[in-house]
């Protein structure tokens, strides 16, 4: 096998719950994992509580329904996108459903020669890293990773995928230059509000056809019936729309316009348009590519696209639709060669453009003017975007990742090292300082997730070498990041932002607030500022992950008891009638987490245990029975992880489930 990846166990079906059934775009402090860990030791008969995982996760959904947690993350300038965490036990429905009809989703994705993403088989390795280049060698000592994560530490997904896991790696493949080869014509069609506009019977009319599924709709158990049963009970048992943000949710539209793009590929056939001569399509998820020897092929493409879209409900956004000749570039293609020139630059500006030693190891040039290097290179990147503005938000987003990918290679192959010469700290000193303002600032004009993530790697690596190579120089580091969050939340970018998203935090603010805490307790906000960041106004309610960000920001710290106590009224209010914990996706959430934080204290934490315990057994518990059942439930890390967290590696595993 080759070097870097391990046999995962087909047969562990719980994994589709690192995999499938979360977004990505979560805060830093929250995943899956102690779930993932629960639900095994429920499946080996090892669980510290079988009856509660009976009543709040497994029990049948088939004539019941969930509320999923929706939340808002920021799409671009102008707009923000809805994603959803799905209640933990319409995952556990959906590990289930991978179990009985697994095999089924990949013969369903089969139908199409359009599509570039696409489940092929179910995956049987997971990546893992080499011991040269492995961040355990600046993580925590203090971590302990279970054997169960061990094994499942970087699932990209359950099933493996034919095509391209990135929309850009088309464009930049050999398969892109012989397409425009071949054809003159080169038409991008968008549909308009995809996942919103999925009616979730349409399953079973891609499966069987729309007629079929009307005359049998009693039938209750088949593939597509179940999938569309799950979809509906995920999601308030809506047909209109499905949820966004869960990679099982890009399935089940991924089967729908499988058989989309069959009936389009036989409507053409039928018309003498032969697939491969006059033209083709290449299809990644709900952007359709049409390359053909015309514009008259081309427009014929495009209206039996539009017809069979419309078949299921789905239009296609007009606005968006793009028509190239050859050569098949855009002004963003243009901006994406000047931007990467100018990263080759600055990276020939930081680094040797040779290995310095035989251990491949990368030594930076000193700096003797670190400011002119930043402002440099911006104003490279502003230059590169002045023919297309519009792009200058996607290469903030392209070059944070290129640039954190950097400075990790750098702290990998230098962490273990000694150094003997004072100049060596000099050059490390520079080149962290650099990278840090320009990341930032890359940042603050355009914030999104992913870069709030970058931001929060690029900080925790650059402490971790100067603690460990350049110990004096380690407030200066931190002084730096620090004065970079407080910048972004000054900036007028946040203010705006703030603004058009004033019902709850955004997620990427939460996320550096994550930052600012692993810089220790000297580097911690004043309380008007925290104030400013989430609406703590009077009638207004706290949302799940301000309210567990915060708990994990202010802790018992005395400067923040008035915030503290504000966070535990919200959770009182929330948690005090527990009536909808097994539909409420919010509530069972904030119940799990509140019940393992530390900073919630017990006689607080034995108050929900005994409303909990009182709706399962239909009785008061006993005063012990109360006191053994919340320590059992607070034991165990469940969604959030409160303390002596191994972020770095949570994120890792993130990066692999990003979405497309």
Known sequence: MKAGFRRVKKEDFSRVVLTETCPYEVPIIFSNLGFYWHLKKHETGEGLFPDVMGHLFCRDLSSDYTIPLSYKIRKDENSFRTLSLLHPRAQFRFVEFYKTFGEQVIFSCTKSSFSIRHPSGVASKYYTKSENDNISKYRSSQVVVSSAESRTKYLSSYFSYSGYTRLYRFFESYDFLQLERQYSSFWSVDISKFFDSIYTHSITWALKTKEFSKNHSAVKNSFGAVFDRLMQASNYNETAGIVIGPEVCRIFAEVIFQQIDSDIQGELSSKGLVVGRDYTVRRYVDDVFIFAISDHVASDVYHAVEIHAKKYKLNINKEKTVK??????????????????????????????????????????????????????????????????????????????????????????????????????????????????????????????????????????????????????????????????????????????????????????????????????????????????????????????????????????????????????SIKERLDDLSDIRSSAEKIYLFLDVMTCPFVEDKVKSRFTVALYKQINEKNPTPSQASDLMLRLSKYPWFVSWKDADFLSSLEKKELLKGY
């Open 324 to 569: 190239a000749t050859r050569p098949f570039v855009t002004e963003k293609t243009k901006s994406l060669k000047a931007v990467r020139y100018a990263l080759a630059k600055l990276i020939e500006r930081l680094l040797p453009k040779t290995e310095s030693d035989e251990d491949g190891v990368y030594v930076p040039h000193r700096l003797y003017n670190r400011r002119r290097v930043a402002v440099d290179f911006i104003g490279e990147v502003k230059s590169a975007c002045i023919g297309d503005p519009e792009s200058y938000g996607v290469m903030c987003g392209y070059l944070m990742s290129a640039l954190t990918r950097v400075l990790t290679q750098v702290t990998e192959k230098n962490i273990s090292r000694s150094f003997d010469s004072s100049e060596v700290g000099h050059k490390f000193f520079g080149f962290y300082h650099v990278l840090i303002e320009i990341i930032f600032h890359l940042f603050t004009v355009n914030p999104s997730h992913v870069g709030s993530v970058k931001i929060f790697i690029a900080s925790t690596l650059s402490c971790s070498f100067f603690e460990a190579h350049l110990p004096g120089e380690l407030n200066s580091i931190k002084s730096k990041i620090y004065t970079c969050c407080r910048d972004f939340f000054e900036s007028s970018e946040y203010a705006k932002i703030s603004e058009g998203n004033n019902d709850h935090a955004m997620l990427e603010a939460l996320n550096l607030l994550v930052v600012l805490k692993g810089l220790g307790g000297n580097y911690l906000l004043p309380r008007d500022t925290l104030q400013r960041i989430v609406n703590f106004s009077a009638g207004r309610q706290l949302s799940y992950f301000e309210i567990v960000v915060l708990l994990y920001y202010v802790e018992n710290i005395p400067s923040y008891a008035a915030i503290k106590k504000i966070l535990l009224a």
